[in-house]
């Protein structure tokens, strides 16, 4: 590709690629390709999504996608920009620890609702997809509190991000897998307990090496950003804030930019008030069993009053 020319792929992804010539316009587009596409991969896996697939959900021949989507793999790398949807994230920009926790969170939950992208391979034109620039300026708003400059805090977000991905893909391969039959638990707790493994034991004893103890899903998730996020905080130490560069933007720009700080804001407030109405529920009924077992408590001390 000429240095002159936009990759097509990036073009394609922002909506400024040329349509088909020919073809069925009215019907197709990119982005519905893409997302019968996803709807195959969360259905079915990756392998299942071929162009001649996607072309049959439509009712289409298969080079009728190929007047708009070039190859497979274009289409893989669209479905992953895509996979992390086009909605603003709700982020909070007060707090850094709290905003990059949303932002690690978020992706973590877009991981589990589309495993199949853990096989998709990063390239540097999806770095450039909107997608990815969305997530990318969203882990930027969460750091606006953090001190440092924009290529540490770049580098904070793809720390968080392989730790993220590595999660993903370790609850994905595992959790596929049948449940430990308990003649095996029989055998590692045997020789676990035998003295050669001392420091394992416990966590082998106690069945939490198996998954037991009812710990949430994501609770190592959790434990890892606990232990990453004061380690980023005691990098800066000492460190003073650098002022943010000076954007020489036209009215239209600022403009632009007063919408997207508007659009996260609102997008914040929804999300506080889901998590503050689940809460309530939440509250509601362990207000209801606790109610009911202090019923049940009176009851069991008035009986024991009158056999007394």
Do not use: C
């Amino acid at each position: 590709m000429a240095e002159h020319e936009v990759a097509r792929l990036v073009a394609l992804a922002w909506g400024v690629a040329a349509a088909p010539q020919r073809g069925p316009k009215r019907e197709l587009s990119h982005e519905r390709i893409v997302e019968a596409a996803i709807e195959i991969a969360d259905a079915e896996g990756l392998p299942a999504v071929t162009m001649q697939r996607v072309a049959q959900a439509f009712g289409f021949t298969t080079m009728a996608l190929y007047r708009y989507i070039a190859s497979k793999d274009d289409l893989q790398q669209l479905m992953l920009d895509a996979s992390v949807g086009d909605e603003v994230w709700p982020i909070d920009p007060d707090d850094w620890r709290i905003g990059l926790e949303q932002w690690a969170t978020r992706m973590h939950e877009t991981y589990r609702r589309h495993p199949w992208a853990l096989d998709i391979p990063l390239s540097m034109e999806t770095l450039l997809m909107p997608g990815q620039m969305r997530t990318v300026d969203a882990g930027m708003r969460a750091m606006r509190t953090l001190s440092g400059s924009p290529t540490f805090k770049l580098g904070v977000l793809m720390t968080l991000s392989v730790h993220v991905r590595g999660f993903a893909m370790m609850e994905r391969d595992i959790g596929v897998q049948e449940p430990v039959g308990e003649a095996t638990r029989r055998l590692v707790l045997e020789v676990a307990t035998n003295g050669s493994l001392p420091d394992i034991a416990p966590l082998v004893t106690s069945g939490a090496y198996f998954g037991d103890g009812g710990a949430p899903d994501d609770d190592d998730f959790g434990i890892a950003l606990a232990l990453l996020l004061p380690g980023i905080e005691r990098a800066l130490e000492g460190v003073q804030s650098a002022p943010e560069a000076e954007v020489d933007r036209t009215p239209e720009q600022a403009l632009a930019a007063a919408e997207a700080d508007l659009e996260a804001a609102i997008a914040l407030r929804k999300a506080t008030q889901r998590r503050v109405s689940q809460l309530e529920r939440e509250e509601s009924r362990a207000r209801t069993a606790r109610d009911r077992a202090k019923a049940t408590a009176k009851e069991a001390a008035r009986a024991a009053a009158k056999g007394s």
